[in-house]
């Protein structure tokens, strides 16, 4: 794949939306509060791709979302055996599409040494994105994707909703989501989604540096009075410390692990519904949480538990969560295993993770005693050539970075690279790291004896009404 970007204007980036009811993003790219906005985006859906989105909403409401064990759904077995045909990784490592188990599953090492590898031969690349996985377990892997595949995410994530009594309205003259982040550099826009009839989409960064005046936080998201806010546990316990008005219809967190406390104080602090959504940029979204369990959300999406040596578990057994899943045309997933660990369960009309242990929300600090998103270390981190690594921070504040005994990386060069985000004033100490160290093949990346992140510092009440 090139690394060439090509530079798309408005017209590309919106085929569906024609300038004349642009004045939307318009407004917000211009608004005197907006943020330093460092990058362009929009949805690139034609008529046929928005009409394949709608199909995907439709079957949402009328797919099944339960199986019975051993036995997956109709669609599985075609799909199989399609990827075994036409996609170069799973043709090489054959397997009869009759009986999955039989089909080798793979992981997240095999997309980061050739994602090229899991592009169907027939797949036209002339709509190929590429996105970034976060990096929270081992390297960044670069996925490849398809426009139609990033806007499913929305009827995904009205279903979730409705479930929980909120609409998602959209339409035209309105801000519908805003996903907030809280990083040190994250890319930040505003964008426009045909599926959604021309709401606005922004990307914001809470950290200060990203605006001119960091009152404009609150003035420009109350100015948007999105109908939704997306974002991750650190995002969103950095924004319920700002003196917001705005009243969302509800709050979607994902990337990580949200704990019960903090999900509490959130619903207290906005008034509104909070959604766990257990998501990878690999698959987008999987499941979301309902009471104690994680239900899977769409119709498209088998799952298996796998133990350690790659058998499928009965329900009820805990192992690793194993997904196929056909959404993404560049990066069809057969029995990708996540690295991520639950049971499954029949639950009513609903498959269920039981226990899901994923991205927890790692707490760490910095020489002044603040929070460190683990997001800003993956990102000082990149520029190495580090196949696996792991920071620990013990109770003390002291460091640890844990790397393989052959990497290709100057110690000096790795130190000064972690401190630029602890602080000069860490003890850091860099060792190599044990390959027998992880669970099941999985290191994890960052662990800490601090307490998670569990619940809000002081924060203003919520405002009344909307």
Not at 97 to 115: A, F
Not at 273 to 287: F, H, W
Request: net charge negative; proline share 10%.
């Amino acid at each position: 794949m090139s690394n060439r970007t090509p530079v798309l204007t408005d017209d590309d980036r919106f085929p569906l939306i024609p300038e004349e009811r642009r004045q939307l993003l318009t407004d917000l790219r211009e608004h005197p509060h907006a943020p330093i906005f460092n990058y362009g985006c929009g949805d690139r859906l034609t008529a046929a791709g928005l009409d394949e989105v709608r199909r995907f909403e439709g079957a949402l409401a009328l797919e099944p979302r339960c199986w019975k064990p051993g036995s997956p759904p109709p669609w599985v077995q075609a799909f199989a055996e399609r990827c075994l045909r036409t996609v170069p990784f799973y043709r090489g490592r054959g397997g009869d599409p009759v009986d999955l188990t039989s089909i080798p599953p793979c992981d997240r090492s095999d997309l980061e040494r050739g994602p090229e590898a899991f592009v169907p031969d027939d797949q036209p690349l002339d709509d190929i994105m590429v996105y970034d996985t976060s990096g929270t377990v081992g390297p960044v892997v670069r996925v490849p994707s398809h426009p139609v595949a990033a806007a499913k995410y929305l009827p995904a994530m009205r279903s979730i909703l409705k479930r929980r009594g909120v609409t998602l309205e959209g339409g035209p003259d309105r801000v519908a989501i805003a996903l907030v982040c809280a990083q040190a550099h994250t890319l930040t826009y505003a964008t426009l989604s045909a599926y959604l009839g021309g709401a606005a989409h922004v990307k914001i960064n809470l950290n200060p540096s990203d605006w001119r005046d960091p009152d404009d936080r609150v003035r420009f998201l109350d100015g948007c009075d999105p109908e939704i806010i997306t974002g991750d546990p650190y995002a969103f316990a950095e924004l319920a410390k700002l003196p917001l008005s705005t009243r969302p219809k509800a709050l979607v967190s994902t990337a990580m692990a949200l704990m019960d406390g903090l999900r509490e104080d959130l619903e207290h602090r906005f008034g509104c519904p909070v959604l766990d959504v257990y998501s990878l940029t690999e698959a987008r979204m999987v499941a979301v949480r309902e009471r104690d369990v994680h239900v899977i959300a769409t119709h498209d999406m088998y799952v298996e538990i796998l133990d350690e040596g790659g058998a499928a578990l009965p329900p009820g057994q805990r192992g690793e969560i194993t997904l196929t899943c056909p959404r993404n045309p560049f990066q069809p997933l057969l029995r990708y295993r996540t690295g991520d660990f639950a049971a499954l369960e029949a639950r009513g009309e609903d498959m269920a993770l039981i226990g899901l242990e994923g991205r927890r929300p790692v707490a760490l600090r910095d020489d002044a005693g603040r929070p460190v998103n683990t997001i800003d270390v993956t990102h000082v981190l990149r520029r190495f050539s580090l196949p696996v690594f792991r920071l620990s921070q013990a109770r003390d504040c002291a460091l640890t970075l844990e790397v393989p005994s052959d990497a290709e990386a100057d110690p000096a060069d790795l130190r000064a690279a972690i401190l630029s985000v602890f602080g000069a004033g860490h003890t850091l100490s860099i060792r190599p790291l044990d390959p027998a160290a992880g669970v099941a093949g999985k290191i994890r990346a960052y662990v800490s004896e601090l307490d998670d992140i569990g619940a809000l510092p002081e924060s203003p009440p919520p405002p009344e009404g909307r």
